[in-house]
């Protein structure tokens, strides 16, 4: 089995109708494929399976790995996939910096203060020195976005998931944090399946475009 995320035969099931007609799909790391089709077609489910996330009236069905490991077979704490939605979900009552460490997995003889230096350099690295100790209520809609991304990046995916995470911003930011998310899939060698409405998102990021087809 060849590295990076792949699925043979893909369906998925509301109950007993099937939503889109089944696909194959294979992203090599470094490789960013655009996921599009029409809405309540099941892109977003689709991500969310892959994490084994579904609602309980939801089922997919077919085969699906990550470097080779069968992740039907694994809970989703152990898919190690990192899922990025619209909304930069931060936890409202942690700072930017406690929100960044939740994510950080812990090493060894690590303190508190390591911890805190880990944190503080990723920050930086994201032009966002000394942001450690904001309120995410504060941050403008770009600031939340990096935040958000970092926050997945430090949590050490084996793979990138993204839920339509640009379709909120303004065309200048939308080129900025998109930008950012395909240097930091492709600079970390991470397989990155991409949901998107806009068939031309493909084409911006120099990537590979699926089409969903509903069934009807």
Same mark, same amino acid.
């Given at each position: 089995?060849? %590295?990076g995320?792949?699925?043979? /035969?893909?369906a998925? =099931?509301?109950?007993?109708?099937?939503?889109?007609?089944?696909? $194959?799909?294979?992203?090599?790391? *470094?490789?960013i494929?655009?996921? @599009? !089709?029409p809405?309540?077609?099941?892109?977003s489910s689709?991500?969310?399976?892959?994490?084994?996330?579904?609602? *309980?009236?939801?089922?997919?069905t077919?085969d =699906?790995?990550? /470097?080779g490991?069968?992740?039907?077979?694994?809970?989703?704490?152990?898919r190690?996939? !990192?899922? &990025?939605?619209?909304? %930069? #979900?931060?936890?409202?009552?942690?700072?930017?910096g406690?929100? &960044?460490?939740?994510? #950080?997995?812990? +090493?060894r !003889?690590?303190g508190?203060?390591a911890?805190?230096?880990?944190v503080?350099? @990723?920050?930086?690295?994201?032009?966002l020195? !000394?942001?450690? /100790?904001?309120d995410?209520?504060?941050?403008? *809609?770009?600031?939340?976005? +990096?935040v %958000?991304?970092?926050r997945?990046l430090?949590?050490?995916?084996?793979?990138?998931?993204?839920?339509?995470?640009?379709?909120?911003? $303004?065309p200048?930011?939308?080129?900025?944090?998109?930008?950012?998310?395909?240097?930091?899939?492709?600079?970390?060698?991470?397989?990155? &399946?991409?949901?998107?409405? $806009?068939?031309?998102e %493909?084409?911006?990021?120099g990537?590979?475009?699926?089409?969903?087809?509903p069934?009807?």
């Amino acid at each position: 089995m060849s %590295a990076g995320l792949v699925g043979r /035969d893909l369906a998925l =099931w509301l109950d007993e109708r099937r939503l889109f007609r089944p696909l $194959d799909l294979a992203v090599v790391p *470094g490789e960013i494929l655009v996921l @599009t !089709g029409p809405s309540g077609c099941g892109k977003s489910s689709l991500l969310l399976a892959f994490c084994g996330l579904l609602p *309980g009236r939801f089922r997919l069905t077919g085969d =699906w790995w990550l /470097d080779g490991t069968d992740l039907r077979a694994l809970p989703p704490e152990s898919r190690h996939l !990192g899922l &990025l939605f619209q909304e %930069a #979900l931060l936890l409202p009552h942690l700072t930017v910096g406690e929100n &960044l460490a939740l994510a #950080l997995p812990r +090493r060894r !003889g690590e303190g508190a203060a390591a911890r805190r230096a880990r944190v503080a350099e @990723t920050l930086a690295e994201a032009q966002l020195e !000394g942001y450690a /100790d904001r309120d995410p209520a504060t941050l403008s *809609g770009g600031q939340r976005a +990096r935040v %958000a991304l970092l926050r997945t990046l430090l949590s050490g995916p084996r793979a990138l998931l993204l839920d339509e995470p640009f379709a909120a911003l $303004d065309p200048a930011l939308r080129t900025e944090i998109r930008g950012l998310v395909v240097a930091a899939a492709r600079r970390a060698g991470l397989p990155c &399946l991409l949901v998107s409405h $806009d068939p031309w998102e %493909a084409a911006s990021l120099g990537a590979r475009r699926l089409e969903m087809i509903p069934e009807p």
